[in-house]
């Protein structure tokens, strides 16, 4: 069982950037799917992007362009670079790893 772990989330302006990381206690090179999901408050879990083992990438129609998802095998970490944030994109961020329990999740918050 592999352990995730989210960082990288905190308080931004509108248009700011954050880039998140979630780190696994194990290997991932045999995961095939990870990603992320974002809940809001009172709204269910969504998904935000995922990347395969072999690069092959989604996005959520509401983030494409904005945001890019890549993983690291060697370093077994998952970056979620995000830019141009908007107020709707505040949420709790989880990462996801296929198989795996969710990590703990890191609080997005875009505000002026």
């Known amino acids: 069982q592999v352990q995730l772990v989210e960082s990288g989330g905190g308080l931004v302006q509108p248009g700011g950037s954050l880039r998140l990381s979630c780190a696994a206690s194990g290997s991932i090179f045999s995961i095939n799917a990870m990603g992320w999901f974002r809940q809001a408050p009172g709204k269910q879990r969504r998904l935000v992007a995922t990347?395969?083992?072999?690069?092959?990438?989604i996005y959520a129609d509401s983030v494409k362009g904005r945001f890019t998802i890549s993983r690291d095998n060697a370093k077994n970490t998952v970056y979620l670079q995000m830019n141009s944030l908007k107020p709707e994109d505040t949420a709790v961020y989880y990462c996801?790893?296929?198989?795996?329990?969710w990590g703990q999740g890191t609080q997005v918050t875009v505000s002026s």
């Open positions: 990347i395969t083992s072999g690069g092959n990438t």
């Open positions: 996801y790893a296929e198989g795996e329990d």
